[in-house]
């Protein structure tokens, strides 16, 4: 099965779009993961490396690691 994650701020102006991107992803049957930084525009959110070995091992199939 095709994976995807992507991490984005609530308050960057690509959101809107991103959320369409990501629901049109879903919808074509990828196995999605959308996680959303709160209070953060278009920016790298704090603690990125671990957020971005977080959304590899999801996108790889390593569930267990994916949710640390």
Do not use: C
């Amino acid at each position: 099965m095709l994976r995807g994650a992507i991490i984005i701020g609530e308050k960057d102006p690509f959101y809107p779009k991103i959320e369409q991107l990501y629901a049109l992803m879903v919808e074509r049957g990828l196995d999605g993961k959308l996680v959303v930084e709160p209070g953060l525009g278009h920016k790298y959110p704090d603690e990125f490396e671990g957020k971005l070995n977080r959304a590899v091992d999801f996108v790889q199939g390593d569930t267990k690691r994916a949710t640390r």
